[in-house]
């Protein structure tokens, strides 16, 4: 693991201007810079950074964050690599915290692999280029490709020379280690005798996607009926073929932008289209689609469109990938060129308007498709017509949302004119099918499985606003923008006269904002419900309980990436008034920046009574299904909550 220490220097100092500035042109505006946003196609920008508080917010997608989180949402990396892409930037070496030294030696092997391969790299890029029978073979195969220099350079190509030892000879000079190329599968070791694994092959780096060289393609290019067209790097410590997807690296930022992926079969497809124009490309490498590429895909986009040419056995392996990329809850289309052409090719014959356009007149709805394929397989015949129509609800019963499942269903019926019902029908009993075969969930009742049409109102029902939220996120902006302020605060007390009859006394309390909600929070024993707020809540309470204030640069340090967006959405909340120049519009927009106390008040009061809410609806429902055994007494406690609830809004209604 990376050392506290290594994070530390890394925020301290990377600088969010900096950084994003190497990607998106930045423009100064008063205190801040904005820009176009990197995640969306915009014209005007909508795109903050805030060098003071070292934060940034990217008010067209919503997203915002600290330095790290921007390389992480940019990059799409993880955490230790984005950690590791800014040390790298400003020189910061990295510690890594005390492992024993069998974590030691797999963290040594594995780097040594990653270094052996990227050698391999430099290696096959030189002989490709700087060498005579390089350029007499290998450049010349490119060439007759349609591939530019620039686009060799960028995929980082390669060639092997049709020799047995070359590379292994020149990388054991270089002080490799021979256990190493061993191991990445570069070179291959029997008894004795040592030699390379790729000889007489152009060669195609596979990429991370954080662009560290995992291993190798190999297309040969002489006739020889014994060998492979294709030969991959073997299974290794760093490649595992099942978990990559070639040319992602490159694709990541396109595939994000564009909301789409396509996905191809083999290296030159995604090569040739990615020349073109057409960025958000990558390719299984000829192996079937598996649940850990799709997820790959996932990080980026919900949207896959598997492209490939019409040969049949094409055709059904493509069939089975989407009911995986179904599974993974993605929406799927599927597009075949014309007769006789693949991606490669008929990138290389068109432009890319002539592309575009055809993607998006030929890209069909997976149901669309599966459902024209298999038609033209039945013909007329009735039983096989009814076995492919089944065929199509078990791909729609891989789709873990039941709207999208009902929506599916009726595509289907209209498509091979079969009614709903029977279709309904057959789906519940695929999905009662699969859930005892799973063995899933047990406690669910049949109902969970049961298709049944959704309700009008739920789609409005899924987008409803969750108010107990809203008054969490309130309390946690307060905090952040007003924790360490001093106010007067107008509250009121609980009293009884002389008939014991209840009476509310206004009084005046002197106290840090921080220290009114916390003990509020803390005397009607009310605690967050949403877990990120509630994290962010203590996190905040200890912040200002020892340093007395929040630097956000500080303080969004020691916050995940979802802590920290709602920290930014807070911090820069004003300054989307400021980007769109509503004053200038005569817009009076209020003026956040000054503490309200009677918000404070309201909030909180606010937050307990819905909790109160919550409470007495849960005993209801208790009572309703028989699991109260003390009815009297339950019914004695709801009273109590109620009339609780009644004080709550007669505070309420005082503290205005």
């Known amino acids: ?117 990227e050698f391999a790299r430099d290696y096959f890029q030189q002989q490709l280029t700087e060498t005579a ?30 020799e047995w030892e070359n590379f292994t000879k020149a990388a054991l000079q270089k002080a490799y280690k021979l256990s190493y190329l061993e191991k990445t599968g570069l070179t291959i070791v029997k008894q004795d005798k040592q030699f390379d694994r790729f000889k007489g092959r152009v060669m195609f780096p596979i990429h991370s996607i954080s662009g560290r060289v995992l291993g190798f393609g190999g297309r040969i290019l002489k006739t020889d009926k014994k060998a492979a067209k294709y030969l991959n790097s073997p299974e290794s410590e760093i490649y595992n073929k099942s978990k990559i997807l070639y040319g992602l690296f490159f694709a990541k930022q396109s595939i994000a932008k564009e909301d789409n992926c396509y996905l191809v079969e ?17 390719s299984s490498s000829g192996t079937a689609l598996t649940p850990d590429q799709i997820r790959l895909i996932n990080r980026l986009t919900k949207n896959i469109t598997v492209l490939f040419d019409g040969d049949d056995a094409g055709l059904r392996a493509s069939l089975r990938g989407i009911d995986l ?28 308007v002539e592309i575009k356009a055809y993607l998006e007149e030929n890209a069909q709805d997976f149901i669309q498709f599966k459902a024209s394929l298999l038609v033209a397989e039945a013909k007329n015949d009735p039983v096989k017509k009814a076995e492919l129509t089944r065929d199509i609800v078990v791909s729609i019963s891989r789709i873990p949302n039941e709207i999208q499942q009902e929506i599916y269903i009726k595509e289907c019926a209209s498509i091979m004119q079969v009614s709903e019902e029977v279709l309904f029908s057959t789906l519940a009993q695929i999905n009662a099918k699969n859930y005892r075969e799973s063995n899933k969930q047990k406690q669910r009742s049949q109902k969970a499985f049961d298709v049944v049409k959704q309700d009008k109102e739920a789609p409005q029902e899924l987008n409803k606003v ?63 419900t949403n877990p990120i707020f509630k994290s962010l809540k203590d996190k905040i309470e200890k912040e200002l309980a020892s340093k007395g204030q929040i630097d956000p640069k500080k303080f969004t340090q020691q916050l995940s990436p979802e802590e920290s967006e709602v920290v930014t959405n807070i911090l820069m909340e004003d300054e989307k008034y400021k980007l769109h120049r509503w004053e200038d519009m005569s817009i009076i927009v209020t003026d956040k920046s000054q503490l309200d106390p009677n918000e404070v008040v309201q ?30 007494e339950t019914l004695h406690e709801i009273m109590d909550y109620k009339k609780l609830e009644v004080l709550i809004s007669k505070r309420l209604s005082r503290v205005t």
């Open 1 to 117: 693991m990376i050392s506290k220490n290594t994070i530390e220097k890394v925020f301290d100092t990377a600088r969010v201007e900096e950084v994003i500035g190497d990607f998106i042109q930045l423009k100064k505006s008063g205190a801040n810079y904005k820009g176009l946003s990197p995640f969306t196609d915009e014209r005007s920008p909508s795109f903050m950074v805030s060098p003071v508080k070292q934060i940034w917010k990217d008010f067209s997608s919503g997203k915002g964050g600290n330095v790290v989180s921007f390389v992480m949402e940019h990059e799409h990396l993880t955490y230790p690599e984005a950690i590791k892409y800014l040390a790298k930037k400003y020189g910061i070496e990295i510690e890594e915290t005390e492992q024993s030294n069998e974590e030691k030696q797999k963290a040594s092997d594995r780097e040594s692999m990653f270094l052996v391969s």
């Open 266 to 282: 083999g290296y030159t497809d995604v090569i040739q289209m990615a020349q073109k124009g057409i960025e958000n490309v990558v």
């Open 603 to 632: 909030s909180i009061l606010n937050l307990r009574r819905l909790l109160i809410h919550e409470k007495v609806d849960a005993f209801n429902q208790q009572i309703k299904e028989g699991k109260i055994q003390n009815i009297q």
């Open 133 to 162: 029978t390089g350029k007499a073979i290998g450049l010349s195969y490119f060439k007759e490709r349609g591939f530019t220099d620039d686009t060799i350079k960028k995929f980082e190509l390669g060639y092997a020379q049709d």
């Open 325 to 352: 990329i179904l599974e993974q809850g993605m929406n799927v289309k599927v597009c075949t060129f014309p007769a006789g052409e693949d991606p490669d090719s008929f990138a290389k014959e068109n432009n890319l």
């Open 466 to 528: 969750n108010p107990k939220e809203v008054l969490e996120q309130k309390i946690i902006s307060l905090l952040i923008k007003h924790g360490h302020q001093d106010s007067l605060f107008l509250d009121v007390e609980i009293d009884l006269d002389e008939e014991q009859q209840i009476i509310l006394n206004e009084i005046k309390i002197e106290a840090k904002v921080y220290e009114k909600i916390f003990k509020d929070l803390q005397d009607d024993e009310t605690d967050f």
